[in-house]
């Protein structure tokens, strides 16, 4: 079992609509749970990162934490054609070095 | 730009060579870690940095690889005897207060 786990996709959703991905993880002792962006070619951008159980938004983005059920989600409203990228769920492990998915492929298409 | 900075972007090299990739953190951030990351894959961890002191190596970082953070400032990594297997983007990020930034990465290409 991979220690960070994601639909790979692709996840094609309609221009303004609610595109939701999902993230498991093994590691119950994990702390802080990080999405990060990648655009084809370029390196992760930081987009949301969440430590408490709940919600917590951020613009457009909203992450969303459960560690009893060991999953991270993230939201975006309101999707734009410039969302369309992958999208890398990360957790922390030790020495707070990041543990990531493999990444979920979002299409915004017009 | 006060991002981190990763030089060279790209770099192509034969099987068996030794190539050097720096990174310069955000002058502020203490804490530098290095990734690897292939086509489909999310980043892979292989080192980390707190100043100078290495405290973590990934067990991906076989002999051929070495890494430095002298003067706890910028961070080179260096492969030796250069493989296919190793041709990925090599990404450096710092970090202050647990959230990483990546630099722009290095790709490597092996002949």
């Known amino acids: 079992q991979k220690e960070v786990e994601q639909n790979s996709g692709p996840l094609s959703v309609p221009e303004g609509a609610i595109a939701s991905l999902n993230c498991t993880y093994s590691?119950?002792?994990?702390?802080?749970f990080f999405w990060y962006r990648q655009y084809s070619g370029k390196s992760p951008e930081l987009i949301m990162f969440?430590?408490?159980?709940g919600d917590k938004e951020d613009g457009r983005f909203t992450a969303q934490l459960n560690k009893a059920s060991q999953y991270v989600s993230l939201l975006i409203r309101d999707s734009q054609p410039s969302d369309s990228a992958t999208y890398l769920c990360a957790v922390t492990g030790g020495y707070n070095k990041l543990i990531f998915g493999a990444g979920t492929r979002l299409a915004v298409h017009p | 730009d006060t991002g981190v900075s990763q030089n060279p972007r790209h770099k192509i090299t034969k099987r068996g060579q030794n190539v050097t990739f720096r990174c310069d953190p955000i002058s502020e951030h203490n804490r530098l870690y290095w990734y690897r990351q292939t086509l489909g894959q999310g980043p892979e961890f292989l080192t980390y940095f707190q100043n100078e002191a290495q405290l973590e190596k990934s067990r991906l970082l076989s002999d051929r690889f070495s890494a430095e953070r002298p003067k706890g400032s910028f961070s080179t990594l260096e492969i030796q005897r250069t493989e296919q297997g190793d041709s990925a983007m090599y990404l450096c990020?710092?970090?202050?207060?647990?959230?990483?930034?990546f630099g722009p990465g290095t790709r490597l290409t092996v002949l």
């Open positions: 969440i430590y408490s159980n």
């Open positions: 990020a710092s970090s202050l207060e647990g959230r990483q930034f």
């Open positions: 590691d119950r002792g994990s702390q802080s």
